[in-house]
């Protein structure tokens, strides 16, 4: 199994980007789905998952400004961040629960800075 993300980069604050993650590999199912990020000298958090349901969380700091969904039938989840701000810098990985197993992306670099 494998997690390919995509869409990170750099941005002005007040921006919009769109991440986007595609799961391959032998899978029966995918539970559930999400990101997080890891900004320079802090742990990793989670900042928005989304079940097989369509139900999702956010962190608090995101909500109102970032949207998850995921399109069952491609694997694929995807990260619409608005309104960035330069606390939302940091590297953004995808997070997979495929048959009750957890699988991580490679993690994209998200920089928002003037």
């Known amino acids: 199994v494998q997690l390919q993300a995509s869409g990170g980069g750099l941005v002005q604050p007040g921006g919009s980007l769109r991440l986007s993650c595609v799961v391959s590999g032998s899978i029966f199912s995918i539970n559930y789905m999400g990101w997080y990020r890891q900004a320079p000298g802090k742990q990793r958090e989670l900042v928005a998952g989304i079940l097989s349901s369509g139900r999702p969380n956010y962190a608090d700091s995101v909500k109102g400004r970032f949207t998850i969904s995921r399109d069952n039938a491609r694997n694929t989840v995807t990260l619409q961040m608005n309104s960035l701000k330069p606390e939302d810098t940091a590297v953004y990985y995808c997070?997979?629960?495929?048959?009750?197993?957890?699988?991580w992306g490679q993690g994209t670099l998200v920089t928002v800075s003037s």
């Open positions: 997070k997979a629960n495929a048959d009750l197993r957890p699988y």
